[in-house]
């Protein structure tokens, strides 16, 4: 399996992960009995937007060259982790799910991107391991992949 299909197919499972933890989360109210029980939720959360963002990089080009693509993996995961993570406390106070007012409000939310970030550095760290220096499989309009490893 290629390196674009193993990102894709991660970061499905992980989204349907998320999903499901979320759902029993708020059935069996695990979010209000157990305080730590979303950071869990928020490192899934900023892995898939990261292994997700790095795989259309990969898709769309951005990420093709063998030299420098760890930087710009880290760019693509850091600018995607904390969009993501400040939209997503955007959309809690847009939707009533939280308020500034909230006792802990702001530590929670440094918290939730906290999370979020270090599931992002998770999907840098797999994403950087996995390609290693290896060209992506490329269509013929890569021509800088079928230049190998310029070390």
Known sequence: MNLKRKLLLISFVTILLVAILHYYALKLSW?????????????????????TALWAS?????????????????????????LGGVVWEVFELVANITNVSFIGYWSDTLGDISSGFLGG????????KTKKGKPVECSKYHVVCALGNPA
């Open 31 to 51: 979010y209000w009995a157990y305080r730590w029980s979303d950071i869990p939720i928020h490192i899934l959360g900023g892995f898939w937007i990261s292994l």
């Open 58 to 82: 990969l898709e769309i080009g951005h990420i093709d060259r063998i030299t420098g693509y760890k930087r710009k993996a880290m760019i693509v995961m850091l600018s995607c982790v904390i």
């Open 121 to 128: 550095l998770i999907a840098y760290s797999y994403f950087t």
